[in-house]
């Protein structure tokens, strides 16, 4: 009986393959669950946490140096927790993984709802970092993209990021709407229920490990027959390289890109959550910070987007130092924002800048070291990254809390920015013999 999707063919190299454009790939649907999320992602205690800091600041009096410490613990508990759940996205996929950590940060999220000390804020986002699906370390919505594509990696990434602005647009200005029309406690019970609601379903009904599970090879080949045989080791293309942990950690490489990524997160921590709360002490209108803040995150998923598209004709690490420059930029325009246009100058090049970052921090990894052991490695790396940069975002709120001022660390953050897209643009490229089947 002949396949409605069209007989396999069979290169001169044993591998099977379907003729183009009578298959659809299921790494698409994979695709489409992880826009999704990314487009929840806003909602959880990430891009809108800085339109928290002030009210719940005022009510529970608590300092800047506090909200820091908070997301510091939430770093700390993905840096604890990213190896294993590496190893375990690497054995089992995400289905299971991403609704339980979905669960996790709704139910932490439901919880600050309830807060009454500075303590129980610490130990709620220590929590949210145990399985982290939002925010840095989040493994279990990063790697599966990953696993499911090679050669359309670039371009599965950018219409994942497509989520991104979309749910900023939504997601800010309704967290500024619900504080300011319900209170920042039923604000935070409200969006708890919008996520798990929406993410618990897709993951458990339409997740899946990886195509080798589904007899298919990345970007949508037929599978050869005996891959089924082994079903937990990727098949590899031609052109794919699979290192194992142990050979990563011996690479020089490695060792810089975790410096340059550790980083990147203690920049992103002492500016990115400090900045909100820092443009409305200059008495910029909370409404209009949020709409910059949401139009941050919209750079940043076009950002993402366009570097996904142009990664096939320039090297990510090309990509990323042009996204730290912009950082750099960004973070002093940041210090000398006194107006709205500046602001929004500010939070629209950060945008571009943070995009282009979370593209390359997570790119390099997989097109360096290969996908059979990505989510191991991507899981020691975030480990030293996290926990580097979890000092970024007390530090700076102990400067401010100190001083009153976040001039000194910023412009630390931004000399730090433009050394790390030196370093990373001079990195060598890891060499590894091309695995060939």
Same mark, same amino acid.
């Given at each position: 009986?002949?396949?409605?999707?069209?007989?396999?063919?069979?290169?001169?190299?044993?591998?099977?393959?379907?003729?183009?454009?009578?298959?659809?790939?299921?790494?698409?649907?994979?695709?489409?669950?992880?826009?999704?999320?990314?487009?929840?992602?806003?909602?959880?205690?990430?891009?809108?946490?800085?339109?928290?800091?002030?009210?719940?600041?005022?009510?529970?009096?608590?300092?800047?140096?506090?909200?820091?410490?908070?997301?510091?613990?939430?770093?700390?508990?993905?840096?604890?927790?990213?190896?294993?759940?590496?190893?375990?996205?690497?054995?089992?996929?995400?289905?299971?993984?991403?609704?339980?950590?979905?669960?996790? !940060?709704?139910?932490?999220?439901?919880?600050?709802?309830?807060?009454?000390?500075? =303590?129980? %804020? @610490?130990?709620? /986002?220590?929590? #949210?970092?145990?399985?982290?699906?939002?925010?840095?370390?989040?493994?279990?919505?990063?790697?599966?993209?990953?696993?499911?594509?090679?050669?359309?990696?670039?371009?599965?990434?950018?219409?994942?990021?497509?989520?991104?602005?979309?749910?900023?647009?939504?997601?800010?200005?309704?967290?500024?709407?619900?504080?300011?029309?319900?209170?920042?406690?039923?604000?935070?019970?409200?969006?708890?229920?919008?996520?798990?609601?929406?993410?618990?379903?897709?993951?458990?009904?339409?997740?899946?490990?990886?195509?080798?599970?589904?007899?298919?090879?990345?970007?949508?080949?037929?599978?050869?027959?005996?891959?089924?045989?082994?079903?937990?080791?990727?098949?590899?293309?031609?052109?794919? !390289?699979?290192?194992?942990?142990?050979?990563?950690?011996?690479?020089?490489?490695? =060792?810089? %890109? @975790?410096?340059? /990524?550790?980083? #990147?997160?203690?920049?992103?921590?002492?500016?990115?959550?400090?900045?909100?709360?820092?443009?409305?002490?200059?008495?910029?209108?909370?409404?209009?910070?949020?709409?910059?803040?949401?139009?941050?995150?919209?750079?940043?998923?076009?950002?993402?987007?366009?570097?996904?598209?142009?990664?096939?004709?320039?090297?990510?690490?090309?990509?990323?130092?042009?996204?730290?420059?912009?950082?750099?930029?960004?973070?002093?325009?940041?210090?000398?924002?006194?107006?709205?246009?500046?602001?929004?100058?500010?939070?629209?090049?950060?945008?571009?800048?943070?995009?282009?970052?979370?593209?390359?921090?997570?790119?390099?990894?997989?097109?360096?070291?290969?996908?059979?052991?990505?989510?191991?490695?991507?899981?020691?790396?975030?480990?030293?990254?996290?926990?580097?940069?979890?000092?970024?975002?007390?530090?700076?709120?102990?400067?401010?809390?100190?001083?009153?001022?976040?001039?000194?660390?910023?412009?630390?953050?931004?000399?730090?920015?433009?050394?790390?897209?030196?370093?990373?643009?001079?990195?060598?490229?890891?060499?590894?013999?091309?695995?060939?089947?």
């Amino acid at each position: 009986m002949p396949l409605t999707s069209g007989s396999p063919d069979m290169n001169t190299e044993g591998q099977t393959h379907t003729r183009q454009g009578t298959r659809f790939f299921y790494g698409w649907v994979i695709v489409g669950v992880m826009a999704v999320v990314a487009a929840i992602t806003p909602s959880l205690a990430t891009l809108n946490f800085g339109l928290f800091i002030k009210p719940m600041g005022n009510e529970l009096g608590i300092g800047r140096s506090i909200f820091g410490w908070a997301m510091t613990a939430r770093q700390v508990g993905s840096a604890i927790a990213s190896p294993i759940v590496g190893r375990l996205v690497d054995r089992f996929g995400s289905r299971i993984m991403l609704a339980t950590g979905s669960i996790v !940060v709704g139910a932490a999220i439901f919880g600050l709802g309830f807060i009454q000390h500075s =303590w129980q %804020l @610490v130990l709620l /986002f220590a929590a #949210m970092g145990l399985i982290g699906i939002g925010g840095p370390g989040a493994l279990v919505t990063s790697v599966p993209i990953f696993k499911w594509f090679i050669h359309n990696r670039g371009k599965a990434v950018s219409f994942t990021s497509l989520g991104t602005p979309v749910g900023a647009v939504i997601f800010i200005p309704l967290t500024q709407i619900l504080i300011a029309s319900r209170g920042w406690r039923e604000a935070w019970i409200i969006l708890a229920i919008i996520s798990v609601g929406m993410i618990v379903p897709l993951s458990l009904t339409l997740i899946r490990r990886q195509p080798e599970d589904m007899n298919l090879l990345p970007d949508g080949a037929k599978a050869p027959r005996k891959s089924v045989l082994n079903p937990t080791s990727p098949a590899k293309s031609r052109e794919e !390289v699979s290192w194992t942990v142990q050979e990563t950690i011996r690479t020089s490489v490695f =060792w810089r %890109l @975790v410096a340059v /990524f550790s980083f #990147m997160f203690l920049t992103m921590g002492s500016v990115g959550i400090h900045r909100i709360p820092f443009f409305m002490d200059r008495g910029l209108d909370p409404s209009l910070v949020s709409y910059a803040t949401a139009f941050d995150a919209v750079a940043a998923g076009v950002s993402i987007f366009i570097s996904g598209l142009l990664v096939r004709r320039f090297p990510a690490k090309f990509l990323g130092g042009i996204s730290f420059l912009m950082l750099a930029v960004a973070t002093v325009l940041t210090i000398y924002t006194y107006t709205f246009p500046i602001m929004f100058l500010s939070m629209s090049l950060f945008g571009f800048g943070i995009g282009g970052m979370i593209f390359t921090s997570r790119f390099l990894w997989a097109e360096y070291y290969g996908r059979q052991h990505l989510g191991s490695i991507l899981g020691l790396a975030t480990t030293i990254c996290l926990l580097v940069g979890g000092i970024g975002a007390p530090l700076a709120g102990y400067v401010h809390d100190t001083t009153g001022y976040y001039n000194t660390i910023w412009w630390v953050s931004a000399g730090l920015m433009l050394t790390c897209g030196i370093a990373l643009v001079t990195a060598p490229i890891p060499r590894k013999p091309t695995i060939k089947t």
